[in-house]
Every structure is written in C-alpha cells, then in structure tokens.
T-cell receptor
Framework: GNSVTQMEGPVTLSEEAFLTINCTYT??????LFWYVQYPGEGLQLLLK?????DKGSNKGFEATYRKETTSFHLEKGSVQVSDSAVYFC??????????????FGQGTILTVHP | DGGITQSPKYLFRKEGQNVTLSCEQN?????MYWYRQDPGQGLRLIYY???????QKGDIAEGYSVSREKKESFPLTVTSAQKNPTAFYLC?????????????FGPGTRLTVL
C-alpha cells in the first residue's frame, strides 16, 4: 500500500535559518505529491505540489522537488520567519481506478521558529 | 468567497450520544472527504464521496456514518459506537478526484467527549 514518512520533529530554528523537512514515499503508479501547512487550531492549507517526476513546486519561499529515483519530496526554505511556525504535512495522491483522490499523509512535522 | 465551512468549531458530547458535524462547500466540487486528526498523528480517512448519493468507507469508518444528499453538503455523524471520538475532524473537497487535483480543507471541528 501507499505510505509517506516524514522526518521526526519537532524542529526548532532561529529566524533566517535554512529549513529542510525530509519526506519519502512508497506508492504504486505515479503519484502526485503535496505539502500542506496547518497553523494552530486551523485546517490544512496547500503549500505546494508536484504532479510528475522532476517537477519543482514552490510557494512563499518554500520549494520541493519530486525525485522519483529516491522517492523523495523534501521541503526547503532558505530563510525561515517566525510566522512559518506551524505543522507541515507531506502527502501523496496516487488516484487511479477507484482511489478517487484519496490522500495518504505523513505524520506531520512541527516547526517552531524563534526570533 | 468560495470555500468550505464546518460547524460547529467546538463540540462537546456526553458518552452514549450521537452527534452530527456539518460540512458545506460552495466550490461546486464533486468529491468530499472526512478525516480524523489525533495529536502527533497524520490525518486518517473516515469516509469519502465522489458524487451525490454515493459514498465509500475509508480506513477508520467504524462508529461513523455519513450522507450525501446534496452536492454541497457532506455531514458526518459520530455514533455512540465510536469508542474514542475525541479528536479534530477535518472535511475536504476536490473538484474531480483525479491524481493531479488538489484537496481543499475546511477549518475543522474539535469534538470532545465528556
């Protein structure tokens, strides 16, 4: 079956530090890959996505590249801000047949950025 | 503004009671989903629906029920058979359910059993 593994948190950084959150996956077929962000007490918001190998998703300074050879989709940001403090989820969608867009999520990584 | 609304934001239930969580979307999406989130864990799929009057069990459907009588509405009932219902519940929708499509989430309902 499908699975997503994220690096264990929590991750604590100082403002302007470089961020990497690792994500690897196991899936049948050719999945699309997503990063979602969840701020305290809220729902999930799409941060970025990539739908085929070697695609790079980017948004708000965050980037992730779909690496089929290493089955990875690591999230990076060059300079984090306090406002980036949130929980980050990696997810995949290998819809096909009767899957109907079912997402498989990693367990989430808590990021805290200090001034 | 288009989006997904969930109500109530907080819900308290006594043991043995059924409760219904509301989810409404005005995005004209065909597919809708219910997830459960527990502290320190990812999201787990409860039920999903690809079209009106049709729905499928997800990974943890026991103790839950749903209906899809209208395209814009997908209410979730947490029954007394659900042994550990205290959790954060998230509703989502998707235009078509295809591989490249994006799932959009509501703000969530936090259910606490007293």
């Amino acid at each position: 079956g499908n699975s997503v593994t994220q690096m264990e948190g929590p991750v604590t950084l100082s403002e302007e530090a470089f961020l990497t959150i690792n994500c690897t996956y196991t899936a049948t077929g050719y999945p699309s890959l997503f990063w979602y962000v969840q701020y305290p007490g809220e729902g999930l918001q799409l941060l970025l996505k990539a739908t085929k190998a070697d695609d790079k998703g980017s948004n708000k300074g965050f980037e992730a590249t779909y690496r089929k050879e290493t089955t990875s989709f690591h999230l990076e940001k060059g300079s984090v801000q306090v406002s980036d403090s949130a929980v980050y989820f990696c997810a995949l969608n290998s819809a096909g047949g009767t899957s109907y867009g079912k997402l498989t999520f990693g367990q989430g990584t808590i990021l805290t950025v200090h001034p | 503004d288009g989006g997904i609304t969930q109500s109530p934001k907080y819900l308290f239930r006594k043991e043995g009671q059924n409760v219904t969580l509301s989810c409404e979307q005005n995005l004209n999406h065909d597919a809708m989903y219910w997830y459960r989130q527990d502290p320190g864990q990812g999201l787990r799929l409860i039920y999903y629906s690809q079209i009106v009057n049709d729905f499928q069990k997800g990974d943890i459907a026991e103790g839950y029920s749903v209906s899809r009588e209208k395209k814009e509405s997908f209410p979730l009932t947490v029954t007394s058979a659900q042994k550990n219902p205290t959790a954060f519940y998230l509703c989502a929708s998707m235009e078509s359910g295809t591989r490249t499509d994006t799932q959009y989430f509501g703000p969530g309902t936090r259910l606490t059993v007293l």
